[in-house]
């Protein structure tokens, strides 16, 4: 009978639409603020606005995670969406290099704390045999913000200017918090507890659950490239005559957008790793096509396998995440593998910046480097699922 249950109920379709507000909100910047920084003179410091946003992320995931289980998933989720609406409105405040950076540095709570607790609530509405279903359908509304906020920025910028596009960026965020206003908590009486300082004393059993150590590593892996094509995409566009600098992460997610439509039962029904070994492979292959000759062809088909892997990737990764996690600490579980995505993200993009340094000749490097962590991920999968055959798991 809960099987034939719908998943797709008025809580799932609030949080989707508040997910895709958020991401919206915190994406639709990406693309104007390498120009941004530059304008301020701090050039050489690109890779830093995505570094610093994933390093500020990944420091609070262990904080989402423990007040996630202890004092809810809409709290938690309401102060990340709090956090965005804030900062989009303070950048075209701020005009030094230094300002600009510590807000990057601040505004990655956000997304240290909304994801954390937003999957957390997913697997306590979503039984354990359609959660890669789930997974997938609440990624599409957020890879349709993540697609549409590139796009939507740099027209806005280009058309009224960054301030407005700052301020519409805070607006979205708004909207995302009024809808959480209406969801109800999911986290059970019983393992409730009043907000409270102490809270944010965090142990190291609280920053890591050992149960996901594998998702921990392929996560890692993986979302190393995410960096790099965050902080190079905008400038490659341009050297190639793009117009709009978003145009490259509207192309990966309609792509994942519609391995989401299609595809989102599959780890449900063929298993996680499987799955994932098909992802990293094309992963690898979205970041070799970017070794040829730059132009709007390979990047169009990077964009598209890059988009193909990532649409499997996310949900599947997930989805193993409370496959493998201790029940009672959801929360630590998905901070866990956001800790490792942001990592990963965080790496990716200050590499890329201090290998780039705006010369053109070196952009190969930083995406060699990605598709061989994306081939590490492949044999690292190859050998859990070896090793779980072998012990009938």
């Known amino acids: 009978m809960e099987e034939q249950k719908s998943i797709y109920t008025l809580q799932f379709w609030l949080l989707s639409l508040s997910n895709f507000l958020f991401s919206a ?37 262990p904080f989402s995670g423990k007040l996630t289980d202890h004092i809810g998933r809409v709290p938690v989720m309401a102060f990340g969406s709090i956090v965005c ?5 303070l950048y075209p405040l701020i005009h030094t290099v230094q300002g600009f950076l510590f807000l ?27 959660r890669g279903e789930a997974q997938g359908g609440l990624g599409i509304f957020t890879a349709t913000g993540m697609s549409m906020g590139p796009a939507i920025g740099s027209y806005l910028a280009s058309t009224y200017g960054l301030r407005e596009m700052f301020w519409i ?18 986290l059970p009486p019983a393992m409730k507890s009043k907000f409270s300082w102490k809270l944010f004393k965090i142990s190291w059993s609280d920053v890591f659950e050992p149960h996901i150590l ?39 997610t309609i ?50 396998l890059f988009g193909f892997a990532w649409g499997f990737n996310t949900p599947t990764l997930a989805a193993w995440t409370t496959d493998l996690a201790n029940k009672n600490h959801m929360g630590r579980a998905m901070a866990t593998m956001y800790i490792a995505l942001e990592v990963g993200i965080g790496l990716g993009a200050f590499f890329a910046g201090i290998i780039y340094k705006g010369l053109q000749e070196r952009i190969p490097i930083p995406f060699a480097i990605s598709g ?6 492949f044999f690292l999968l190859l050998n859990y699922h070896k090793n779980w055959q072998k012990n009938g798991i």
Do not use: Q
């Open 85 to 89: 609406f804030i900062c989009g409105g």
């Open 214 to 252: 594998p998702v921990f590593w392929v996560m890692l892996f993986v979302s190393f490239s995410s960096g790099v094509v965050i902080t190079l995409l905008p400038d490659i566009s341009k050297n190639i005559g793009w117009h709009n600098k978003g145009l490259y992460f509207t192309i990966y």
């Open 255 to 304: 792509s994942s957008i519609v391995v989401r439509i299609f595809f989102s039962k599959t780890s449900d029904r063929y298993g996680r790793i499987p799955v994932l070994l098909v992802s990293s492979a094309v992963l690898a292959a979205s970041m070799g096509v970017m070794l040829i000759h730059l132009n709007s062809y390979t990047v169009i088909l990077s964009a598209i």
């Open 104 to 130: 990057r540095f601040l505004h990655g709570m956000s997304t240290g704390t909304k994801p954390t607790a937003t999957a957390a609530y997913v697997a306590d509405i979503i039984p354990e045999n359609r």
């Open 169 to 186: 960026s805070s607006l979205f965020a708004l909207f995302s918090i009024l809808i959480l206003m209406r969801m109800k908590e999911t």
């Open 25 to 61: 909100s915190f994406s639709m910047i990406i693309p104007e603020l390498p120009d941004y920084l530059a304008s301020m003179g701090g050039k050489e410091y690109i890779g830093y606005t995505i570094a610093l946003f994933t390093l500020t992320a990944g420091l609070s995931r």
């Open 372 to 377: 061989v962590l994306a081939i590490i991920s």
